[in-house]
């Protein structure tokens, strides 16, 4: 049976019949790209669409698939090459990242990470299409619960903040640095938060410094890339202490801010209070734990590993 590659025209739209297109049919044997050449080139796959649509981006459709053998259902991600033009480099990053940290993660019990279960390139007609497979995760993320609810009680947000602590310290043990931990980027598994999007995240070992690129988003990212000095995984301990704040307060330490520069200036001060009215009724343990995680330099900065050594998150 050919394969034959229908058009882009109403990607929301078509997802569906596109992927079905993809994982039920044999490949014909094109030629690929130099990029994405790591990963196998699948004819079949063992995965097929439910029918149920995610979403749509600049870059990728995603849709509900099912393991054939298991029943389990899982998100599939697909990439058209032609469409990441420019952007390569970073999307074949971001999959080696996950299939790194994914390869031993099935090993823990207690694990926080958005999961890579399979990736492979489909090639037709001159193009090549790259699916991800991942676990399924609800459709809300932690910002939107907070923007739903408001705070969350100061015990349960210990035990959020405890989870993914535990994720970064195992990222970080990986030689792996998220670089954009923020509420958006956590989702939720059966009511356990998971870390994902690894777009920004790169390799650089534990007590190095290695990295230069400016990138995060503000309010969240560390000082030391704000002043574009050379950082490493210290920066994401930083971004958990604000959505530490977050959780607690229901507005991020540096909101009171109403432009850029000053947000920027509030940072490298670190320009933030705890209001009696948010704060009251939380522990001063909880105000020391975020004042260790955003402090200034991160020389002066808590660990994962000593952060859950904390008083305020330790078990």
């Not at 209001?275 to 004042?291: K, V, Y």
Request: hydrophobic share 35%.
């Amino acid at each position: 049976m050919h394969f034959s590659m229908p058009e882009y025209k109403q990607e929301f739209v078509n997802s569906n019949v596109l992927l079905k297109n993809i994982f039920i049919s044999k490949m014909n044997n094109c030629h690929s790209t130099n990029y994405f050449a790591f990963l196998r080139e699948a004819e079949t796959t063992e995965y097929i669409p439910t029918g149920r649509s995610l979403g749509t981006g600049s870059f990728a459709i995603a849709i509900e698939v099912v393991h054939i053998k298991t029943g389990k259902k899982y998100v599939a991600k697909i990439m058209t090459a032609d469409k990441l033009r420019g952007y390569e480099k970073g999307i074949e990053k971001e999959i080696q990242i996950m299939q790194y940290y994914s390869k031993t993660l099935s090993k823990i019990h207690d694990n926080h990470l958005l999961r890579l279960v399979d990736c492979f390139r489909i090639v037709s007609h001159g193009q090549t299409h790259i699916c991800m497979i991942l676990d399924l995760c609800d459709q809300n993320d932690l910002f939107d619960a907070i923007c739903d609810h408001g705070t969350f009680p100061e015990e349960e947000a210990k035990k959020i903040m405890r989870s993914l602590f535990k994720a970064v310290n195992y990222l970080h043990q990986c030689g792996i640095v998220h670089r954009d931990i923020k509420a958006e980027n956590i989702l939720f598994k059966e009511g356990q938060p998971i870390l994902a999007d690894f777009g920004l995240a790169e390799f650089c070992k534990r007590n190095e410094t290695t990295l230069t690129e400016y990138c995060g988003t503000p309010g969240t990212t560390a000082p030391e890339i704000i002043k574009n000095e050379p950082y490493g995984p210290k920066c994401d301990i930083y971004s958990l202490g604000t959505l530490t704040y977050f959780l607690l307060a229901g507005y991020r330490p540096f909101d009171w801010t109403s432009e850029p520069r000053e947000e920027m200036e509030a940072v490298l001060n670190s320009k933030f209070c705890y209001p009696e009215e948010s704060f009251g009724h939380i522990s001063l343990e909880a105000q020391d734990f975020i004042n260790k995680c955003m402090a200034v330099e991160p020389k002066e900065r808590l660990s994962a590993e000593e952060a859950l050594e904390h008083p305020w998150l330790r078990e």
